[in-house]
T-cell receptor, first 112, second 114 residues
């Protein structure tokens, strides 16, 4: 079953602008991850944030986590055309079952 | 260097003709996963192996089977592909940890069923 819902489903911005994507989930988690998928390719891990963390940075990426609201956001600053891809959040279960449940994804288009 | 390798990248099969997709990894990870992803959708977990322990998702059709002969290799067998099985099939691995950590994905095999 799908744990996460992402918003918006699609986002189109101009190069240089910031892109913000949101993810909501349903159950308690140990950590939340964001993945990127270029068209027709596999997923690439971007960043992992643990349930006791509120914010994490990696290069132009900023992730926040609000466990009280069961939501996370991914901010890409100063976007580039090469950032065009689909972005998925993924959550684990508290049962240590080695599974991730992926959100529905946000398709980002960065126009040159 | 490729860490999770999937072959072939594109596979065409006929309706009802068995097909096998392969995945290999150089990461020596304990856990290997197979996902099905249809256009514009999230990856859907079919099953995963923790070492040799096979874990099937409740809603994975019986038409899908998997084999893991050793740590490095894992196969997805589709016994009688239907038109609805046309999708991207993603293999992923993760290391042993107390909680779910990063998964490393292969490039995927796109399956076309004629």
């Amino acid at each position: 079953s799908q744990q996460g819902e992402e918003d918006p489903q699609a986002l189109s911005i101009q190069e240089g602008e910031n892109a913000t994507m949101n993810c909501s989930y349903k159950t308690s988690i140990n950590n939340l991850q964001w993945y990127r998928q270029n068209s027709g390719r596999g997923l690439v891990h971007l960043i992992l944030i643990r349930s006791n963390e509120r914010e994490k940075h990696s290069g132009r990426l900023r992730v926040t986590l609000d466990t009280s609201k069961k939501s996370s956001s991914l901010l890409i600053t100063a976007s580039r055309a090469a950032d065009t891809a689909s972005y998925f959040c993924a959550t684990d279960g508290m049962d240590s079952s080695y599974k991730l449940i992926f959100g529905s994804g946000t398709r980002l288009l960065v126009r040159p | 260097d490729a860490m999770v390798i999937q072959n072939p990248r594109y596979q065409v099969t006929q309706f009802g003709k068995p097909v096998t997709l392969s995945c290999s990894q150089t990461l020596n990870h304990n856990v290997m996963y197979w996902y099905q992803q249809k256009s514009s959708q999230a990856p859907k977990l079919l099953f995963h192996y923790y070492d040799k322990d096979f874990n099937n998702e409740a809603d994975t059709p019986d038409n899908f089977q998997s084999r893991r002969p050793n740590t490095s290799f894992c196969f997805l067998d589709i016994r009688s592909p239907g038109l609805g099985d046309a999708a991207m099939y993603l293999c992923a691995t993760s290391g042993q940890g107390r909680y779910q950590e990063t998964q490393y994905f292969g490039p995927g095999t796109r399956l076309l069923v004629l």
